[in-house]
Every structure is written in C-alpha cells, then in structure tokens.
C-alpha cells in the first residue's frame, strides 16, 4: 500500500462530517498528495492536510511508476555481461 497518493486531474470529492449534517464538496487540484489510509481493490481511503476523509477510486489516481512491493526489478541496476 502506498503512504500517498497523487490525484491525475483537478477533481470533486465528498465528504460527509457527520449524519445529520450538509454533505461538503470538496476540490481537489491535479497533481495534489493525498495520505492514504486504507486500500480496498478499486479505492483508497484517503486524507487530506485538513483531517479530512475521501475515498478515492483507484482510476483518479496517478501511477506511482515504482516496481511493485517484493519486486527485484532493477535492484541492483544493469548487469555487465
């Protein structure tokens, strides 16, 4: 699981503070760090600098580009052969 996250595009997100109360639409810029709390399969339970909770689908996020956990993908850099 990630620490954070990045959003790809600018986007809106709700948050809910509490029942009984206004849902909140909250923006969100592209490119802005998110600190992910929890990862389901297609979402992330996210936080912002706030407090604030979100779940974020997976498909708003950018991809890290970095080889997956337990990955040996270049650990060691090219080999000369």
């Known amino acids: ?8 595009a600018a986007t809106t997100l709700k948050h ?5 109360e ?3 639409e909250i923006q969100f810029e ?5 600190v992910v709390l929890k990862e389901w399969e ?9 407090g604030k909770l979100f779940n974020v689908k997976k498909e708003l996020v950018e991809e890290s580009g970095a080889a997956p956990p337990g990955s040996h993908a270049n650990a060691r850099g090219p080999q000369a052969s």
Request: charged share 30%.
């Open 1 to 8: 699981m990630p620490n954070t996250i990045k959003l790809k």
């Open 16 to 20: 809910h503070s509490n029942l009984g």
């Open 22 to 24: 206004e849902i909140d």
């Open 30 to 34: 592209a490119g802005q760090d998110l």
């Open 42 to 50: 297609t979402a992330y339970l996210v936080k912002d600098d706030d």
